[in-house]
């Protein structure tokens, strides 16, 4: 037996939506608009510190360099400085600037740049070393010209003698020391494998020691000397030396 529907519910069944399937349900739903475009105007780069002109100061300042950098014109630049010497006295420092074929000196307090010279005659070829001895004569060893050249600090030029003058190669004047009493010249003769003995005052030869090897007392590229207060003198071999060894005094 069917039951008796009143008017009323009947009338709202007929207002109620119709059922709609899952994809036709999303046709249905409302589109968004799209994005509007908005176009940001280009910033200019924050300049960089180094590059801003300071108004109060002036014109605008050189770039900024990195520490140790100097002008590429200034005279106290440095090229291949292979062996330096410290006068106490004046406060100085010599460097054996081998790049640029010269003696450069310097302030030891503030590293400001003060004079150079270059050779007597020939140009230098490998500024080994350079010393000073007590009476302030500037010693530089002029490697491979086979030459040692005497100086006063302020450049003048006072003599030279050749060690071993038919040395090629590396050269035979590879560094000098001097005797306790300032007497005698020591000079480390890698090439030849020895240590000449010269007469400071006249720079005559007048001995040396050492040999080529690898045994005590013979040499494999002696490249330094030094001599301590007693007179006994210390070698160190370069290349495949790899040593140090010391002469007793007799």
Known sequence: MRRATSGSAAASRRRRSPRVAGADRRLLKPRRPPAAVVETPAVAATPQPADVEDAAAGPQRPPRRKPGQTDAASPGNLSRPLAVAVDDAANEVFVADDGHSRVAVFDAGTGAYKRAWTANGDAFKTISCVKIAKDGMVYVCDRQNDRIQVFQKDGKFVKEAYVSKETKGDGSVWDVAFSPDQKLLYVADGHD???????????????????????????????????????????????EGKRVQKFVKR
């Open 193 to 239: 494998k020895k240590v000449w003995i010269l007469d400071r005052a006249s720079l005559n030869t007048i001995g040396s020691f050492g040999d080529g090897g690898r045994y005590p007392g013979h040499f494999y590229g002696v490249g330094s000397v030094a001599v301590d207060s007693k007179g006994n003198v210390y070698t160190g071999e370069t290349y």
